[in-house]
């Protein structure tokens, strides 16, 4: 019992010592919007901000250009004056190919400003709000007036990416029960029972953090739940492992905690290489 303790106490000062990392590691919140009747000719866009910075980018420094084209398309976004005071933080998308994306830090209120440099026109958007840690949005730039950003966050796709994230955890730490050496259907059944209904908890909250929250409300829901799923299971496992296999307790206690933080690396992992399904 004592080990089983001092396990649950490391892991917790490493998951706490962890949060910083994490919040740089996993994928950073975005705005990302498609536009409907795009005209002909080249287009850039920019997200003004309610606030001077945000990440990396200011209203101070002129080092993040993106996509700014030519000096002239630059000097006319720096020139703009917003009527509401928001900054033009220097950095620029190409917008011809009828999407914008911001996926480094955007401003958390903002408006769209578009630059049709054919024509000299700018087009800029009323006050917006992000909605969610990924905030998806289109355009219809055939509406006379203001920009009007419609949200269209994908639930289907997102619903998908939620049964994969589980689907994939549970196959993991399934594979890691067998290197401990789990073989029997009793051991194997139950880590998959007490896998799918961790699993489900912990992505709903984290789909939920995701959907509703910040980078850093995303990061402390995260580790706080990976958390309390680590003790669950390892109390768990601590005392039904035991029971249907030759796995000695503590064994069972550091598979507990040996799967998780291997499926939650390898979670962060596929969150940088594939955004779209993590």
Not at 31 to 38: A, I, T, Y
Not at 159 to 171: D, E, P, V
Not at 240 to 263: D, K, W
Request: charged share 20%; glycine share 8%; hydrophobic share 45%.
């Amino acid at each position: 019992m004592r080990r089983f303790i001092k396990a649950l106490l490391c892991l917790t000062l490493a998951l706490a010592l962890s949060v910083p990392a994490l919040a740089d590691m996993y994928p950073k919140p975005s705005v990302r919007v498609s536009f409907e009747n795009l005209p002909d000719g080249p287009v850039y866009g920019t997200l003004l901000s309610l606030k001077s910075g945000t990440g990396p980018y200011s209203a101070d420094d002129v080092y993040y250009r993106g996509d700014a084209g030519d000096e002239a398309v630059f000097a006319a976004f720096r020139e703009y004056e917003d009527a509401d005071g928001f900054y033009f933080l220097n950095y620029i998308e190409d917008c011809s190919d009828g999407n914008y994306s911001w996926t480094y830090y955007p401003p958390d209120t903002f408006k769209l400003l578009l630059y049709f440099p054919g024509t000299g026109e700018f087009r800029s958007s009323g006050i917006v709000n992000a909605y969610a840690y990924d905030s998806w949005y289109t355009v219809d730039l055939a509406r006379e007036g203001a920009i009007a950003l419609e949200k269209s966050y994908d639930y289907g796709a997102e619903l998908i990416n939620f049964a994969a994230r589980c689907l994939m955890t549970i196959a993991l730490e399934m594979l890691i029960a067998l290197a401990f050496g789990c073989r029997s259907r009793r051991e194997l059944g139950f880590i998959a029972l007490i896998n799918a209904a961790t699993q489900l908890s912990l992505n709903l909250a984290a789909s939920a953090a995701n959907y509703f929250g910040g980078v850093s409300k995303f990061v402390v829901a995260f580790v706080g739940f990976e958390l309390l799923v680590v003790i669950f299971e390892a109390a768990v496992y601590h005392r039904e492992l035991p029971r249907r296999g030759p796995l000695t307790p503590g064994r069972a206690t550091a598979y507990a905690v040996t799967a998780n933080v291997f499926s939650a690396a390898a979670g962060l992992w596929l969150a940088q290489k594939l955004p779209g399904i993590f």
